[in-house]
């Protein structure tokens, strides 16, 4: 059974403090012989991306590794994408292209989705240790790009999906099973707009995608701003 822990906070602002230096100590630690990092999309936890890029402190370590939990299918220089949102970070990380796993959107989007999931495998089976995973959560109760029972079926046996999104786009997502490897899933959640999706993961609500999304994670934390 998956045990949340739920962590509240008064204001976004106290929330992105708390994720700036979590994750900072994520990035700079190794916890395995290849560390790695799942950053996540979505507007919050931009603030601490941003904060943790203008640090000029912030520590390096040539082993680590970036991967992220969904991508828009569209260009990599698009504001939509969530690579391109996060770059300010990677840059300030200095990392080699080798060593940000990142969804090749100038591929196909089925390709894509092939070829993402080739790199996981390979990260995985050369021993990588995912230690820090972010995860959103939609006002719908989705998380990464998983958004109902039909992807949750769809990604049976794969690491990475290619998406068609309720608001018309493509995307490619992690699965469920990538998400079973990460040991520190958090969910990093702003509650406004979202209280009825966050009421259903504090009551652990079977029926809710993300929740069902981390069943093969034995601990997963909420990180919570704005919530009753």
Known sequence: MTELLTRRFAS?????????????????????AIPAVMLSGGRTPLPAYRALAAEPRL???????VLFTDE?????????????????????????ASAVLRV??????????RDYGRELRALLDA????????LGLGADGHTASLFGQADLERARGRLALAV??????????VTPELLAQVAEPVFVVDAEGKRDAVRA???QNSGLTAWRAVQGCPR????LAGGE
């Open 127 to 134: 021993g990588a240790g995912i230690g820090l995973g972010l």
């Open 72 to 96: 828009r299918y569209v260009p990599g220089d698009s504001p939509a994408s969530n690579y391109h949102q996060t770059r300010p970070l990677l840059d300030a990380l200095a990392l080699p």
């Open 164 to 173: 068609q999104r309720p608001d018309g786009m493509s995307a490619v997502s």
């Open 201 to 203: 993961l504090l009551a």
């Open 12 to 32: 976004g602002v106290e929330l992105e403090s708390a994720l700036a230096e979590r994750l900072a100590r994520a990035l700079a630690a190794p916890g395995a």
């Open 59 to 65: 520590a390096r370590n040539a082993a680590l590794r």
């Open 220 to 223: 997963v934390e909420l990180w």
């Open 104 to 113: 090749r959107t100038e591929l196909t989007l089925e390709e894509a989705a």
